[in-house]
């Protein structure tokens, strides 16, 4: 289901037919860096975490993480959405694309889009990011996009600390 369009992208909810592209982004060495190893080495892996993942908090929560589409091929270039985290006070927001989409503009425009969405269908009064402090790509592009650094932040006692970024909508 089609969540979101811009200029260049749509933003749809995953399914179970994007387990080989997710397979291929989240073992992507920026993605292992970056966001870290999430134990999806197969097929039925990347399926396990589409449905487990995205599609449960859709079930749930009406959001998630959404496939980011180049048009007009629908070519898939990456994830972007929304999360709602245990250990984090609000919804916050995130987005990973192939390298070989990066300095093109489509992360900011993806993420422009997905909280002019967070703001007015869903009328989130503040949205949270956060990120590793050596991710200079991801801070510079909250940052554009309006962000604050809070503070530096750990979503368990055992994880490296995070730069937590917040945005009010309001």
Same mark, same amino acid.
């Given at each position: 289901? #089609? %969540?979101?369009?811009?200029?260049?992208?749509?933003?749809? #909810?995953?399914?179970?037919? !994007?387990?080989?592209? %997710?397979?291929?982004?989240?073992?992507? /060495?920026?993605?292992? #860096? &970056?966001?870290?190893?999430?134990?999806?080495?197969? +097929?039925?892996?990347?399926? @396990?975490?589409?449905?487990?993942?995205?599609?449960?908090?859709?079930?749930?929560?009406?959001?998630?993480?959404?496939?980011?589409?180049?048009?007009?091929?629908?070519? /898939? %270039?990456?994830? $972007?959405?929304?999360?709602?985290?245990?250990?984090? !006070?609000?919804?916050?927001?995130?987005?990973?694309?192939? /390298?070989?989409?990066?300095?093109?503009?489509?992360?900011?425009?993806?993420?422009?889009?997905?909280?002019? &969405? *967070?703001?007015?269908?869903?009328? +989130?009064?503040?949205?949270?990011? %956060?990120?590793? /402090?050596? @991710?200079? *790509?991801? $801070?510079?592009?909250? =940052?554009?996009?309006?962000?604050?650094? =809070?503070?530096?932040?750990?979503?368990?006692?055992?994880?490296?600390?995070?730069?937590?970024?917040?945005? @009010?909508? #309001?």
């Amino acid at each position: 289901m #089609q %969540i979101l369009e811009t200029d260049h992208l749509t933003l749809r #909810q995953l399914e179970a037919g !994007d387990a080989a592209f %997710i397979l291929h982004l989240v073992n992507e /060495p920026s993605w292992l #860096q &970056y966001i870290g190893d999430k134990g999806v080495t197969t +097929l039925e892996d990347a399926a @396990n975490y589409i449905r487990t993942g995205p599609v449960d908090m859709y079930r749930r929560l009406g959001f998630g993480l959404w496939l980011v589409e180049l048009k007009p091929e629908m070519e /898939p %270039i990456g994830m $972007c959405g929304l999360l709602r985290r245990d250990t984090l !006070d609000d919804v916050d927001i995130g987005f990973a694309l192939l /390298p070989e989409y990066w300095n093109r503009g489509y992360a900011f425009e993806a993420a422009a889009a997905t909280l002019e &969405y *967070a703001k007015t269908r869903l009328a +989130l009064g503040r949205v949270l990011a %956060i990120t590793r /402090p050596d @991710n200079a *790509a991801s $801070c510079a592009l909250l =940052e554009k996009l309006g962000f604050a650094l =809070e503070r530096l932040v750990r979503l368990s006692p055992d994880d490296d600390e995070l730069r937590l970024y917040s945005l @009010n909508l #309001q």
